[in-house]
């Protein structure tokens, strides 16, 4: 169905569109401004070059130049070198050179393909032309001309005018398309990109809609979208807009605004519930209390009902700040403290040695079918990195330090700065390996990330996802059968291999400031969190200490008494609720003491060996306190303290023994 027209005279009637024409005509370059588009072979986007392998003759499809059969071959082998397998693959049984179809939209004798475009409206025509352009130009992924003649067709024969006459649902539900098909996502790009070109980019553009494309303000993320038409009240809705604003502006990630803007959205309906003309002077302390006890019941996890507090909070802080001297938010509009929800104390996630031994087997490494799962895999439980600084390493992440020694650079994407961790050089030979694989895939490019998307990436900029790894992470999981303690199959989180590499480090007695750099720990407390899981070897250094009580006599310290309950930090010795300049008292701290000052003549006293120093410094001090006693005639005074000399004897003997006796093992055994 032909429809002639000058694209000049051409419009539609969609407000969506409108302005539309303008943009388009001088948007579209002459390269695309043309009836019939025709593509040379090695177009990266649009051409049909044959499947590397040799004598397959099919079209290929993706970045690795392999046609979709042997793409699947190339996959189930473990992804290998493409040279190699290139050169050892046969071709498939009813190989040929598949064109595009019949001219019009085919392909020419000298292998160039075409898409031909004349039976669209005008309007239509440019905005197909333009998503043509622009896939071109962002070199995301291929798109057959087949494929592309396939819509055309569809549009053509149908009423249309503009593809934003309404919305890409609809569409593919007027065309029947499949989803996730090639079809489907060509018109939803299309009808994107020519929404985006009619909406505009930037803040004046995105500010006046409900909703916000992300990236048209240039911010990326798996958030595509802000949306603010959630919010009852207009006023609360533009101080909203002006909230975000603000923080997106000063480079909060995406994932935070969209949580900030959650619990503004549930405040203005709370507000809606609470009165239909509610207006910012009636915020009060009595409704924000109300409006507490309604999220007790709205949001039932602990964790989340802390967000909703503490990000109204900040919201309403910023509402004060800028509303200037006529404001009218009430001074009584206070969130404090003591209103945010306990947190829960936060269970041990760490892996438990037997599950991480049948993680890092070989063999079940091997089970990867794709390489780059494979080394993020080996990243995530070497380095302890969190999964979106893995899965965005750049291509040149080794460095070495000072001294020759390989270190990973990564960002840090939680704390927004770049780190370094140390790594062995068993990994550093991996990631060596690989980018020579990624090199073979984009030879003669300058590939600026470590782990490359598959598909819909062709000139290898573009990573892969976060959310595509935990994918394939829990298919891993059910091919290599990892089961926990009681036999069951195991769940695990990327996160957890960060737990287990801190409590692993912390276990084997790596100080805790050095287990905050390798982690890149803001604060010691974060690593402190480790240091607490590590109860079993703290516990192991104190039960192989010698301990002594008053009297120097052995002192076996029960493992569920006073002292196995002491709080433990970092790797070395920790000091019991009740320490003393000397040693420890074993009375528990609930209990008040009925010796005072006198620990060296009480049965709970109880020391070890690197008190020594100051116990000679005490005995001396005791001495000489006896020797003015006799001379001053306190003879009460002196018999107490000939007592407390008289344990220190005894007590410095026995550890001094000790430490001889451990010495003459050492030597003997050497």
């Known amino acids: 169905m032909s429809r002639p027209g000058n694209p000049e005279n051409a419009g ?4 969506a569109s409108a302005g539309l024409l303008e943009k388009l005509l001088a948007g579209v370059r002459p390269e695309f401004r043309r009836d019939v588009l025709a593509f040379a072979a090695d177009d990266p986007v649009f051409g049909g070059a044959a499947c590397r392998v040799g004598m397959c003759g099919r079209v290929s499809f993706s970045s690795t130049g392999l046609c979709n059969a042997h793409y699947q071959r190339w996959s189930k082998q473990g992804r290998p070198a493409l040279g190699g397998f290139s050169a050892a693959a046969s071709p498939l049984t009813g190989a040929r050179l598949r064109g595009h179809g019949d001219a019009p939209g085919g392909r ?18 440019l905005e ?8 071109r130009d962002e070199m995301a992924g291929k798109a057959r001309p087949r494929v592309v003649q396939k819509i055309v067709r569809l549009l053509a024969d149908s009423p249309a005018r503009s593809l934003l006459d309404q919305p890409v649902q609809e569409w593919c539900r007027d065309f029947s398309l499949r989803p996730r098909s090639s079809e489907r996502g060509l018109l939803s790009y299309a009808h994107r990109a020519a929404g985006d070109l009619a909406r505009g980019h930037g ?7 409900d909703t916000w494309r992300l990236r048209s303000l240039g911010i990326g993320g798996p958030h595509a979208a802000l949306r603010f038409g959630r919010i009852p009240q207009p006023w609360l809705k533009d101080l909203a807009k002006r909230w975000t604003r603000s923080r997106l502006t000063t480079g909060i990630s995406p994932s935070l605004a969209r949580s900030s803007l959650t619990a503004v959205t549930r405040f203005g309906q709370f507000l809606r519930i609470a009165g239909e003309d509610m207006q910012l002077s009636d915020i009060d302390r009595e409704l924000l209390e109300r409006y507490l006890a309604y999220l007790g019941t709205a949001v039932p996890g602990t964790r989340d009902r802390i967000m909703h507090v503490g990000q109204l909070n900040m919201f309403l802080q910023a509402v004060r700040r800028d509303q200037g001297d006529g404001g009218r938010l009430p001074a009584t509009a206070a969130i404090f403290r003591e209103d945010y929800p306990r947190p829960p104390e936060l269970l041990p996630r760490f892996l438990a040695e037997h599950v991480m031994a049948q993680v890092e087997d070989p063999a079940s490494l091997d089970k990867w079918k794709d390489p780059n799962w494979r080394l993020i895999t080996v990243i995530l439980i070497r380095c302890g990195l969190r999964i979106s600084s893995a899965v965005s390493l750049a291509f040149d992440c080794i460095v070495t330090d000072a001294a020759g020694a390989p270190c990973l650079r990564y960002s840090n994407t939680k704390m927004k700065r770049e780190a370094l961790v140390p790594v062995d050089d068993e990994l550093c030979q991996m990631i060596r390996d690989h980018q020579k694989q990624v090199l073979s895939r984009w030879p003669g490019k300058a590939v600026p990330v470590l782990f490359p998307r598959t598909k819909a990436n062709i000139d290898g900029t573009r990573p892969v996802g976060s959310t595509s790894y935990r994918a394939a992470l829990y298919r891993w999981l059910d091919d290599c059968d990892v089961r926990d303690e009681l036999g069951q199959p195991l769940h695990l989180t990327p996160h957890q291999w960060r737990h287990t590499l801190g409590t692993r480090l912390i276990n084997r007695d790596v100080p805790q400031h050095v287990v905050q750099k390798i982690l890149d720990h803001d604060s010691a407390q974060m690593t402190a969190h480790y240091a607490r899981l590590s109860d079993k070897t703290v516990r192991d250094h104190w039960e192989k200490a010698r301990k002594v009580g008053a009297e120097g006599q052995p002192v076996q310290v029960r493992a569920d008494g006073p002292l196995g309950d002491a709080a433990w930090t970092g790797q070395r010795l920790s000091r019991a609720t009740q320490a003393l300049p000397n040693g420890y008292c074993q009375l528990p701290a609930v209990k008040s003491c009925p010796h005072a000052n006198s620990c060296l003549t009480c049965p709970m006293f109880v020391t070890t060996a690197e ?11 005791t001495l000489q306190i006896i020797t003015a006693a006799e001379a ?8 107490m303290n000939r007592q407390v000399a008289g344990n220190l004897d005894k007590i410095i003997a026995t550890l001094e ?4 006796d451990e010495k003459e093992a050492a030597a003997s055994a050497s």
Do not use: K
């Not at 197909?128 to 896939?135: D, H, K, P």
């Open 108 to 125: 020419h004798p000298d292998g160039a393909s075409s898409v031909d475009l004349r039976d669209l409206p005008p309007q239509l025509r």
């Open 203 to 209: 803040w004046d553009a995105e500010y006046p809609h």
């Open 632 to 639: 001053n005639g306190q003879a009460r005074v002196a018999e």
């Open 128 to 135: 197909m032309q333009y998503a043509l352009q622009s896939r």
């Open 12 to 15: 539609s009637g969609h407000p």
């Open 611 to 621: 008190f020594l120093p100051q116990h000679h410094a005490q005995r001396q001090a």
């Open 657 to 660: 023994d000790e430490g001889t």
